[in-house]
């Protein structure tokens, strides 16, 4: 006996089959919403690839949505957050944040794009190496050409200008 794709519990009497999908005629909701959908226009919710999720979307859902999906976690997005270096990926304003210590990168916040994860330039700093060997943080300062600056030693040790300066005055 057939079951039903969203509860799982068996098929009997009214039920609807969507290409091979089969709900009952309750089940057969709106994903954002909840609203029955029974035989008004629906869209199949689609992941951040474009493929169908199995999960489906009433027209009042689908034209919020707009039918964008979040470029990392696949919801359907109402606002979203484009980084400048891959103006064609769009994130949720949850997924907007950095891939590595989870930080929000919404409110001009800086980023980098390291092996393909959006990263805050801290984590980048420390992924790449760009640590002060004085104070042990991430060299993250930008000049007034938004440029990153550091000193390197004759050692090749890498120092914050301000953490330079004071490693001379204490040798």
């Known amino acids: 006996m057939p079951v039903c794709n969203a509860c799982g519990d068996a098929l009997s009497g009214a039920y609807t089959d969507i290409d091979g999908i089969l709900l009952h005629d309750e089940c057969f909701k709106c994903c954002k919403c909840n609203t029955l959908i029974g035989d008004d226009e629906y869209f199949d919710e689609e992941d951040a690839q474009g493929e169908p999720t199995g999960r489906f979307l009433c027209s009042n859902c689908e034209d919020d949505s707009n039918g964008e999906p979040c470029y990392r976690c696949g919801k359907l997005l109402n606002s979203f957050m484009i980084p400048d270096e891959y103006p064609e990926r769009?994130?949720?304003?949850?997924?907007?944040?950095?891939?590595?210590?989870?930080?929000?990168?919404?409110?001009?916040?800086?980023?980098?794009?390291i092996d393909d994860k959006m990263v805050c330039v801290e984590c980048a700093a420390r992924k790449d190496g760009r640590m002060c060997t004085k104070c042990e943080e991430p060299i993250v300062n930008v000049d007034e050409h938004g440029m990153t600056r550091w000193v390197t030693d004759a050692t090749g040790r890498r120092f914050h200008y301000e953490c330079f300066a004071l490693s001379l005055i204490h040798i």
């Not at 907007?96 to 980023?111: T, V």
């Open 90 to 113: 769009k994130y949720c304003d949850e997924c907007f944040s950095c891939e590595l210590c989870q930080k929000s990168l919404a409110d001009g916040c800086r980023m980098a794009f």
